[in-house]
């Protein structure tokens, strides 16, 4: 298979409106495909590298060499060289990884260039989304979907899956389970817009806080134990706290679910950004440890001593987590049908400095790998209205569409705007158009990959939360910001401060 078929596929992905149209393109590709060739290209479809991070981002693919004329790279190929590039590391390795890109590019066509430049910088958007690559596994394989999500599920690799489905059909599908050490695919929240809403959709229902840490899949053998992010990455060596937990329990073998993060002495949860800190690094272990030590809250049991328990019902799952686990080290969980109690269930949640609540269907199993209604999050939405001072260009299906927002917020003391950072995303093809002619029309300057405008634009950011980083002036960021809309009806200088940017990071 070469990385043309990828490219061409990947275009009529985008240019498909129905999903049953997007399925039979996939399925048409992954047919062709030798088994080792099938992991890569689902991966691929999908808008992620098999090594997850390579070192390469926009600076690193400016100023590329001119496009080959004739396709002629293999798919197994452009991975290979890929996982080069990933693996190079030492001095001078930074010029070592541009060189081989470059000649990489050098060898690809026009569309494969685009391709590869949407995949290495997260901006392939084609519709390809875990469910509907799933069904395209399953229309190619011609095995049941459910099938396929649950030997993804379980192996914590759709691509995986894949290979499987194509090769070995269902028998080898089902023969996948769950083993005790290597990650699953965690079971995600949906949103409802009130407490009440997302009672009607899962009642009877169990409602338990809403955490901001770091998502944690503990696996415990004997006194093995691995903890693993929701992106499936092992951080053993980094949360001693949670290792001492696991293995405290009595317990043989076991597979948790839960939440890891930091707590002031009053028992509110500090920023974000020192949970985050913590768990991202391995250096000064033990002074980290002291000056920012990890609270643990489980709220799944999957795995009990040789029983698997993904099948059984969340009541069923959350009885023996408390049966194994300490009080304090279980999130807090409330079993009602009562608006009212789960208002203020809800409400003390808030008060505690916590998200808001997750409001969970006491029958359903665990499902994972994709959003459903069975677990929905309800938590206040933030909004700021700042300022558009950039954008860049699209990639994929928004080729020919200025994108990506560069955010600010006014500084009056400094009579300027302060950078907070970008996003994409919760913007219509309807606005995207819009916004491509009116930021034009703003141009003060432009290069190949962004457009400066005239800071006159006022948009209505939704984001999760505050935090802080030293890549932007401010000395802030916004936690998952998402377009509402424009606010024509608001001038620059009616735009929010950097000052309550960083009351929101403090508060």
């Known amino acids: 298979m070469r990385l043309s078929d990828l490219a061409n596929t990947s275009t009529a992905v985008t240019e498909a409106s129905a999903r049953t149209a997007k399925i039979a393109l996939l399925a048409d590709l992954l047919r062709a495909g030798e088994p080792e060739e099938v992991p890569i290209a689902v991966h691929y479809l999908s808008g992620e590298l098999p090594q997850r991070q390579i070192g390469v981002g926009w600076a690193t693919l400016r100023d590329l060499p001119e496009p080959a004329a004739e396709a002629e790279l293999e798919l197994t190929e452009v991975d290979r060289i890929l996982g080069e590039i990933g693996a190079t590391t030492g001095p001078g390795s930074q010029a070592r990884r541009r060189d081989s890109l470059s000649a990489l590019f050098a060898r690809a066509t026009v569309g494969e260039q685009a391709f590869l430049r949407g995949l290495l910088t997260g901006e392939l958007r084609q519709g390809a989304l875990d469910g509907v690559m799933a069904d395209a596994v399953a229309k190619a394989a011609q095995v049941p979907a459910t099938e396929v999500r649950r030997a993804a599920m379980l192996g914590g690799d759709l691509a995986g899956a894949a290979r499987t489905a194509l090769r070995d059909g269902v028998p080898g599908l089902r023969a996948v389970g769950l083993v005790v050490g290597r990650p699953i695919q965690p079971m995600l929240a949906g949103t409802a817009d009130s407490v009440e809403a997302a009672l009607a959709k899962t009642a009877p229902s169990a409602l338990e806080w809403k955490l901001d840490g770091i998502r944690v899949q503990i696996h415990r053998d004997g006194d093995r134990v691995q903890v693993f992010t929701r992106s499936l990455d092992d951080i053993t060596d980094r949360l001693p706290e949670v290792v001492e937990l696991a293995r405290a329990l009595p ?21 974000f950004q020192e949970t985050a800190s913590r768990t991202g690094s391995r250096r000064n272990l033990e002074q980290l440890r002291e000056q920012i030590p990890l609270t643990v809250f489980l709220f799944d049991l999957l795995h009990l001593d040789g029983r698997d328990l993904i099948d059984l019902p969340s009541w069923e799952r959350a009885e023996l987590l408390a049966s194994i686990a300490p009080p304090e080290a279980v999130a807090p969980r409330l079993v009602t049908d009562d608006p009212q109690a789960a208002e ?15 409001v969970k269907a006491l029958e359903a199993p665990y499902a994972a790998g994709r959003r459903g209604s069975v677990w929905l999050k309800v938590k206040p939405v933030h909004t700021l209205d700042l300022v558009v001072i950039a954008a ?15 955010l600010a917020a006014r500084d009056p003391d400094g009579g300027g705007f302060v950078m907070l950072g970008k996003t994409f995303k919760g913007m219509t093809d309807e606005l995207l158009a819009w916004q491509t002619e009116r930021l034009r029309e703003l141009q003060t300057e432009a290069d190949d990959w962004t457009v400066r405008v005239r800071p006159e634009l006022v948009v209505e950011i939704a984001f999760d939360g505050v935090q802080r980083s030293t890549r932007y002036p401010g000395g802030v960021t916004l936690r998952f910001a998402r377009v509402l809309r424009y606010r024509d009806d608001k001038r620059a200088q009616d735009a929010d401060t950097i000052e309550a940017v960083r009351a929101i990071a403090g508060g």
Do not use: C
């Open 251 to 271: 317990v043989t073998a076991a597979v948790l679910d839960g939440e890891a993060l930091a707590l002031a002495e009053d028992g509110r949860p500090r920023p």
């Open 344 to 358: 203020a269930f809800a409400k003390d949640a808030l008060e505690r400095g916590h998200e808001g609540v997750v």
């Open 392 to 406: 860049e260009w699209g990639h994929g299906r928004r080729r020919g569409w200025l994108s990506n927002l560069h």
